[in-house]
T-cell receptor
Framework: GQNIDQPTEMTATEGAIVQINCTYQ??????LFWYQQHAGEAPTFLSY????GLEEKGRFSSFLSRSKGYSYLLLKELQMKDSASYLC??????????FGDGTTLTVKP | GAVVSQHPSRVICKSGTSVKIECRSL??????MFWYRQFPKKSLMLMAT?????????EQGVEKDKFLINHASLTLSTLTVTSAHPEDSSFYIC????????????FGSGTRLTVV
């Protein structure tokens, strides 16, 4: 089976940097995803890691360590619009993804 | 980029009726579509996986006779909630992928179902 853990809530200040961690235990691994979801909306894709290391995309970066079953999403230069839920998802066998419960990030002025 | 259109965005129905939710891939062929359900402040729970032209594979605990999934073409999958009850009220989201994109999960905009 799949088990994914991430913090429930985080708070950060506008302009700051925040790191959202995700740990996983899975029976198969074919990539890790990060999604952003605003209340009442569908998730939107942020990043995908399948090899160890850091993937940078603008203000957002994602890191993966497969041996440790660990990933983080790094958000720089936080903006108020970054307040949302961030979902970590692991794709296992047969293309199915299991999602964590999400981390609700609140950005304060 | 890949776009998935999901309709309706909101629906209110009476207990005992059926509701159909459509999910269309607009600019790619969706070989696989996933249907998720999301409760408030919770993550997405995979309900079923459907491949074009074959029967859907349901996750454990999901009633296949209650949640009918049809994936008749490479661009359309439908989820029908039959004999809806208030406890079926939820946010339903589809996502689609095709074999040519390694991280090709594109989500529909979701459907908020309220059963009264």
């Amino acid at each position: 089976g799949q088990n994914i853990d991430q913090p429930t809530e985080m708070t950060a200040t506008e302009g700051a940097i925040v790191q959202i961690n995700c740990t996983y235990q899975t029976s198969g691994f074919n990539g890790l995803f990060w999604y952003q979801q605003h209340a009442g909306e569908a998730p939107t894709f942020l990043s995908y890691n399948v090899l160890d290391g850091l993937e940078e995309k603008g203000r957002f970066s994602s890191f993966l360590s497969r041996s440790k079953g660990y990933s983080y999403l790094l958000l720089k230069e936080l903006q108020m619009k970054d307040s949302a839920s961030y979902l970590c998802a692991v794709r296992g066998n047969a293309g199915k993804s299991t999602f964590g419960d999400g981390t609700t990030l609140t950005v304060k002025p | 980029g890949a776009v998935v259109s999901q309709h309706p965005s909101r629906v209110i129905c009476k207990s005992g009726t059926s509701v159909k939710i459509e999910c269309r891939s607009l600019d790619f062929q969706a070989t696989t579509m996933f249907w998720y359900r999301q409760f408030p402040k919770k993550s997405l729970m995979l309900m079923a996986t459907s491949n074009e032209g074959s029967k859907a594979t349901y996750e454990q605990g999901v009633e296949k006779d209650k949640f009918l999934i049809n994936h008749a073409s490479l661009t359309l999958s439908t989820l029908t909630v039959t004999s809806a009850h208030p406890e079926d009220s939820s946010f339903y989201i589809c996502s689609a992928t095709d074999r040519d994109r390694p991280y090709g999960y594109t989500f529909g905009s979701g459907t908020r179902l309220t059963v009264v």
